[in-house]
């Protein structure tokens, strides 16, 4: 009985705010036709997309679409300028520019989603916990966040990762850590408006559980907004791991991530600045694509705003 | 507002102790025999023994955080491993080469956002603020470290105007300290300029939308003069916040920008601290960063209390 209850609301909701949309296009055509009809009316957003989208697919599909080795270097090839053998130049080790660009688009990935999805794993049940029962332990995570917060997002990354040890998976763990507080308040200040919906205490007054109103009527409906932090927090956390592989502290030597390629690059800036263009465009590339999909998928979601 | 006031300061002591207990547990976390992480790999026995009554590592946890937090509030926070020198000396050297380093990105930031986001306010969804907005999205975009690199490959190698790197400090060569802090601070104030022009802009249209904005325009004054007497005002009121929130951006920037530019500022310092496993010193640096957090934000409320007065008001309103 709750259940139909809170799907009607959803409707409601979202037939509410997307009034004009609606009277615009009619819901002719499956949902791809629809897709593409709302990519055309941004741009941006649907560039940026699609650029996401080709460095997904660079990352999955590495071992395939690299030319070469990333690992293998080559002692006659050393810092040889762009050419048609490579298209990007090749490394102080004689290593394969594009081959190391293309290998680096996973490590990057990797670590910004992964890193983002511990965040999320740790930081929306807090927040829905502390948002949903609010007191004392809700006054404790939130005091807990505030100094969680001051550490500014690098200088907890690269304590933690001192702790830890450098490595792939300290990174995404230490970024993922320094991203939870963000969670953890993003989803409680929204759990703490919506708890008070009507629809929330409909279901609660039919006798649903705790656990069932946070899983089925609280966090439906507030997927949407943690959706959009999350296409926010991707770029800052592929920034993070570039940022201290590129110190060091990350990703460690041979392994092809962007920021450990710019470390390296550094030193022959005179001799071969290609080795410090690619990859930093790269990083540019991935993290303003995501920035341009993010912004439009808020205005997706959230057509109040637009 | 004596409440007001009294409530910051408080949620401000508690954030600190919360801090505190953060850095006490992570230097704990660290595996090995805490004494001779805090004392170094190559600490006789003698060293591990003092280190050990000093900080009370063989009492309780928690009598050996209060010892620990007791002698961190006098200011002793242990020494560095590799110097020996107390790790609060070695900090607060740092901290002005930092600070300039800040305070030049700051003036970098301002200079470009205000008059940007100002005008893109005004001219709202012309061509100049669509320009203007993309360019903010690449400048939050672009990866600092990258820019400059790429600034050091185009000015420093290329044209050969400024040096990449050399650090004098700034009473001792004035000139030649600004010639190399002029890349360095556009680097670091880049990323900021965009975030605080994207706020002026949003926070412009909210006051020219007021009506005391239509107020002025209708009685006949001049758009300049309502712009620059009553809207500027108003409108960069909240941008003060989102400084000090960005306050924790900037320490971090720095990091990287000083190990870019070879700045010996204190970003230099724990990036060689973790290096040399220098975990007093380490522990120092995180430890005093999130504190001048806190401090920077707690004095931003407070201005922001005296810039607004509404709030003022209502504290009043409160204590009658």
């Known amino acids: 009985m709750s259940q139909p209850a809170a799907r009607g609301h959803a409707e409601v909701s979202a037939g509410k705010s997307t009034a004009t949309a609606v009277s615009i296009e009619p819901g002719r055509g499956g949902p791809w036709v629809r897709a593409w009809r709302r990519a055309r009316r941004r741009p941006p957003a649907a560039v940026g997309a699609l650029v996401v989208l080709v460095f997904a697919t660079l990352a999955v599909g590495a071992p395939w679409v690299a030319p070469g080795d990333p690992l293998q270097g080559n002692w006659s090839q050393v810092r040889k300028a762009p050419s048609a053998a490579h298209p990007l130049g090749t490394d102080d080790l004689g290593r394969d520019v594009l081959a190391r660009v293309i290998w680096g688009s996973r490590i990057s990935m990797q670590a910004g989603v992964f890193a983002v999805l511990l965040a999320m794993a740790v930081g929306v049940p807090l927040g829905l916990i502390a948002g949903f029962y609010r007191g004392t332990l809700d ?25 830890l040890g450098p490595s792939l998976t300290n990174v995404t763990v230490a970024i993922g850590v320094a991203a939870t507080p963000t969670f953890i308040r993003l989803t409680r200040g929204l759990v703490l408006s919506t708890r008070e919906e009507d629809y929330v205490q409909g279901a609660r007054a039919l006798g649903a559980g705790d656990l069932r109103l946070m899983g089925r009527h609280v966090l439906p409906n507030v997927a949407s907004a943690l959706l959009v932090q999350a296409t926010v927090q991707i770029p800052g956390a592929i920034l993070g791991e570039a940022i201290l592989s590129f110190l060091g502290l990350g990703v460690q030597p041979p392994q092809p991530s962007w920021g450990t390629m710019l470390n390296a690059a550094q030193q022959f800036l005179e001799s071969a600045p290609w080795m410090a263009w690619w990859p930093g465009l790269a990083i540019f590339a991935l993290t303003l694509s995501f920035n341009l999909a993010g912004d439009g998928l808020r205005d997706l979601l959230d057509p109040r705003d637009y | 507002m004596l409440d007001f006031l009294l409530q910051r300061l408080a949620i401000s002591l508690v954030t600190l102790a919360v801090i505190s207990l953060i850095v006490f547990t992570g230097v704990r976390m660290i595996p090995g025999d805490p004494a001779r992480v805090l004392a170094g790999t190559d600490a006789d026995e003698a060293g591990l023994e003092e280190v050990r009554a000093r900080y009370g590592l063989r009492d309780p946890l928690p009598v050996q955080y209060l010892r620990w937090l007791s002698l961190a509030v006098r200011g002793d926070l242990g020494e560095s491993i590799r110097t020996r020198e107390p790790v609060v000396r070695t900090v607060v050297r740092k901290i002005p080469i930092t600070f300039e380093l800040a305070c030049l990105s700051l003036l970098v930031a301002l200079a ?6 100002v005008l893109s306010a005004v001219r709202r969804n012309s061509l100049w603020d669509y320009a203007a907005s993309a360019l903010a999205l690449c400048g939050l975009s672009v990866p600092s470290f990258w820019l400059g690199i790429m600034l050091i490959l185009l000015v420093s190698v290329r044209l050969g105007w400024l040096p990449a790197s050399g650090f004098v400090p700034l009473f001792q060569d004035p000139l030649g300290n600004l010639q190399r ?15 605080l022009m994207r706020q ?5 249209i909210e006051v020219l939308g007021a009506d005391y904005i239509r107020t002025a325009r209708s009685k006949g004054l001049a758009p300049r003069a309502v712009v620059f007497r009553h809207a500027i005002r108003n409108g960069l009121v909240p941008v003060v916040t989102i400084l000090g929130l960005q306050t924790g951006a900037l320490m971090g920037g720095a990091v990287v920008t000083e190990q870019i530019f070879v700045v010996p500022g204190f970003g230099r310092l724990i990036v060689e601290a973790v290096f040399t496993r220098d975990y007093p ?17 707690l004095l931003v409320d407070l201005s922001y209390s005296l810039l607004n007065p509404r709030i003022r008001v209502r504290g009043a309103a409160a204590e009658r």
């Open chain 2, 200 to 204: 002026t802009r949003n926070a412009m």
């Open chain 2, 112 to 117: 470009i956002a205000i008059p940007v986001g």
């Open chain 1, 139 to 163: 006054q404790l995570l939130m005091r807990l966040t505030d100094a969680w917060l001051a550490f500014p997002f690098l200088i907890l990354a690269i304590g933690l990762v001192t702790i």
């Open chain 2, 181 to 195: 802090m002029v890349m360095p601070a556009l680097v670091l104030g880049t990323g900021l300029a965009a975030v």
């Open chain 2, 281 to 297: 010193l380490v522990q120092g640096v995180v430890l005093i960063t999130a504190s001048a957090y806190v401090g920077v934000n």
